[in-house]
């Protein structure tokens, strides 16, 4: 049995993760974290964030589930790394210095970080690069839809489409179109919407050569990402320290 810690546990990724874990066998929530006014969360007393180091220490997790924000999702990097506890994150949005945070703390601890954690974008990178090495010079737009109260635009998951796209192809990045902007060589369109309760949905479209081939992922239930988030966390409980993706997870 993995034991886990859930921050951002009251956000709509934290309170599934907790509901989804309650109905396995090879984790068990410790503890839940949230800077909120809710004392409960699935049923789960909520910590302040600055009880961290406490958590840790008292619980002795085997891994962190982190889905909160870039300020906090680099706190808790620094405190793992110190307490040598291994961190999952699925937060989005950082800057380049946070991002530097995070492989810094790697060096001592597990870390693992993903846009993503259903397997199907997996499965979609893949098919991406594969359809961008076959389809030179076709025009590509990415178009990703997502609840309205998603804060980070476009989201981690197209970024991370794009650079899929960028392992195979030069490209310049054009956010939206506005009156007389014709397309020009060598662009991606990227196209970012946000309306009611869209739990993801990522569609690429090649276009060229009269033909139209579109790779679309769309997740029905927040508990796909869930369940591959707490696969993460079983799967990097005792590893060595280091810097990991979902891809690892999924590839072994």
Not at 10 to 19: D, K, L, N, S, V
Not at 52 to 72: C, G, K, R, Y
Not at 129 to 142: H, I, N, S
Request: some cysteine; aromatic content about 6%.
């Amino acid at each position: 049995m993995i034991r886990v810690g859930v921050t951002g546990a009251a956000g709509r990724m934290g309170r599934t993760i907790i509901e989804t874990a309650g109905d396995r066998e090879d984790v068990t929530v410790v503890f839940a974290v949230d800077a909120t006014d809710d004392e409960t969360v699935a049923g789960m007393p909520v910590h302040e964030p600055e009880d961290i180091a406490t958590l840790l220490a008292t619980h002795e997790p085997d891994a962190i589930v982190d889905f909160s924000v870039p300020e906090a999702t680099v706190a808790l990097a620094d405190a793992c790394a110190e307490a040598g506890v291994p961190l999952v994150t699925g937060t989005t949005g950082f800057e380049d210095d946070q991002l530097d945070a995070l492989e810094a703390a790697s060096e001592d601890v597990a870390v693992l970080k993903a846009a993503n954690f259903a397997r199907g974008i997996q499965a979609l990178l893949a098919t991406v690069r594969a359809a961008a090495e076959a389809l030179p010079g076709y025009d590509v737009e990415l178009t990703e839809t997502h609840h309205n109260g998603k804060q980070d635009a476009p989201s981690g998951t197209a970024n991370t489409l794009l650079d899929a796209l960028a392992e195979e192809r030069d490209f310049e990045e054009t956010y939206g179109r506005e009156g007389m902007q014709p397309r020009e060589d060598g662009e991606v369109g990227v196209h970012v919407r946000r309306a009611g309760d869209v739990r993801g949905e990522h569609e690429i479209l090649f276009a060229g050569n009269d033909e139209v081939v579109t790779l679309t992922h769309r997740a029905e239930d927040r508990g796909v990402f869930a369940a591959g988030a707490l696969d993460a966390a079983v799967w990097i409980a005792g590893r060595d320290h280091g810097f990991y993706t979902f891809g690892d997870v999924i590839e072994g």
